[in-house]
């Protein structure tokens, strides 16, 4: 099975930017469909991105226009650039491998730790 390892996360002011990065080890992702999710404490893991195996892409729409996802095939990594970050985007957020290749396919059971990503107003 593959393992997912969220790195980027931090501390930032309303307004700003982050990047964050997820690298996955022990299986390869190309043939997969790659998603964001996040979870703030009591809340379900909502999904925030997704990208397909081709490139496509579907958001959620608190984030559309405003967060970036792209995947790294031959390093395995897939990103979410996040910018013009609000108060309301504090969470953990997660990555996972997706079942099939299609933005519309089902997460796998498999998740990361996660990294906390805080915006401070």
């Known amino acids: 099975q593959v393992q997912l390892v969220e790195s980027g996360g931090g501390l930032v002011q309303a307004g700003g930017s982050l990047r964050l990065s997820c690298v996955a080890s022990g ?34 729409g608190s984030v559309k226009g405003r967060f970036i996802i792209s995947r790294d095939n031959a390093k395995n990594t897939v990103y979410l650039q996040m910018n013009s970050l609000k108060p309301e985007d504090t969470a ?27 915006v401070s107003s």
């Open 27 to 60: 299986g390869n992702i190309r043939l997969n469909a790659m998603g964001w999710y996040r979870q703030t404490p009591g809340n379900q893991r909502d999904l925030v991105a997704v990208i397909s195996s081709g490139l496509s892409t579907n958001y959620a």
């Open 92 to 118: 953990v957020y997660y990555c996972n491998k997706h079942q099939s290749a299609y933005t519309y396919s089902s997460p796998s059971p498999y998740w990361g730790q996660g990294t906390q990503v805080t």
